[in-house]
């Protein structure tokens, strides 16, 4: 047997190593990436509550959202946190901003049926933009320059592709599948330029890159899943005006930085993350004008509660389109 290049225990003991002792190491192809720590931002709650979504207006308003109680939150630029909307039955779990103003929210419902609404910029009318009856999960969703917008469908399993991704009309009217049979899609982003579309695959660990001759076209051999990822489980994702990619690692306390054509370039770890808290990193949101980026995390393992984090990302952050 060839020992000489692993790390072999004394006398046949099989022992944890600082790199494998918490709950999500990160691989092995990974820990030479170029790494970032994240520092605290602001404290959400004592609690763990499952947050998810950060988007930012024009004003510079963080929105976000609190899944189970139906909460949309709204941090200012004074960082006063309050209400912005709350519908029990809507399971927010992905926010982008219209041109117009008005705050697009995708829901999961009860993971069976969800919906995607417009909320005016004052909190006042809800409008149902993608109804329950579509028979959709939406989790995530972005616009693109036309004013239509993607959105993924959070249905399946590892054995189930019943999800996928779908594109409707600026008209709100058509729905269209983009990328159909997939095992719970969640996160998507596009390219700065819209011409590549960017999906994540919760159950089966997969990243899709699309390559896009129009809104709902797929070009000859534009479909690929360029990275396959290790462990639980990639959630939203957002891109930089670099083209860079940003995947949220649920249940990791990381975030996966990726180059345009989708090569594992670099990551930002949540700090606590070795003593398995916060892993459950689900999304960030780039600040307007800054390589700054902020995550939203949980610790469901111990006692942080929930809690935004900073960290500092490869380019600045991209406006795309009609969103923001």
């Known amino acids: 047997m060839l ?3 692993l790390q ?6 099989l022992s944890y190593t600082d790199a494998t002792r918490s709950f999500v190491p990160v691989p092995l192809a990974e820990q030479h990436l170029p790494t ?35 909460r949309i939150l709204r941090l200012s630029t004074g960082q006063t946190l309050s209400v912005f909307y709350t519908d029990t039955t809507l399971g927010p779990a992905g926010i982008a901003i219209h041109k117009d103003g008005r705050i697009f929210v995708a829901g999961v419902g009860d993971f069976a049926a969800g919906k995607v609404v417009a909320i005016d910029p004052d909190g006042s009318h809800c409008h149902t933009i993608v109804p329950a009856s579509a028979g959709f999960v939406p989790d995530d969703l972005v616009f693109d320059e036309d004013g239509g917008f993607y959105f993924t469908d959070f249905k399946g399993g590892a054995t189930r592709p019943e999800g996928g991704v779908y594109y409707v009309s600026p008209d709100f009217e058509t729905i269209t599948a983009v990328l159909p049979n997939v095992c719970a899609a969640n996160g998507v982003t596009l390219s700065p330029d819209g011409k590549v579309l960017w ?6 660990g997969r990243l899709h890159r699309m390559d896009l001759a129009s809104p709902t ?7 690929t899943v360029p990275y396959h990822f290790i462990g639980r489980s990639p959630d939203s994702m957002r891109t930089d005006a670099n083209g860079n990619v940003y995947v949220a690692m649920y249940q990791q306390g990381r975030i996966l930085a990726f180059n345009p054509y989708g090569m594992p370039i670099g990551q ?11 892993l459950k990193s689900t999304s960030l949101a780039f600040v307007p004008g800054s390589r700054d980026v902020l ?3 949980r610790d469901e393992n111990g006692t942080g509660g929930s809690m935004i984090f900073r960290a500092q990302a490869l380019a600045e952050g991209v406006r795309l ?3 923001q």
Do not use: M, W
Request: proline letters at 5%.
């Open 3 to 5: 020992t000489n290049a």
């Open 8 to 13: 072999v225990s004394p006398e046949g003991v």
């Open 36 to 70: 970032a720590v994240a520092e605290p931002y602001f404290k959400v709650a004592d609690e763990a509550i499952a947050l998810e979504g950060p988007a930012f207006d024009r004003n510079g308003n963080l929105f976000f959202v609190d899944v189970y109680s139906g």
């Open 199 to 204: 999906a994540t695959e919760f159950c089966a």
């Open 217 to 223: 076209t797929i070009g000859h051999f534009g479909s």
């Open 268 to 278: 930002i770890l949540l700090p606590g993350r070795e003593d398995n808290q916060f």
């Open 295 to 297: 995550i939203v995390s």
């Open 321 to 323: 389109f009609s969103h």
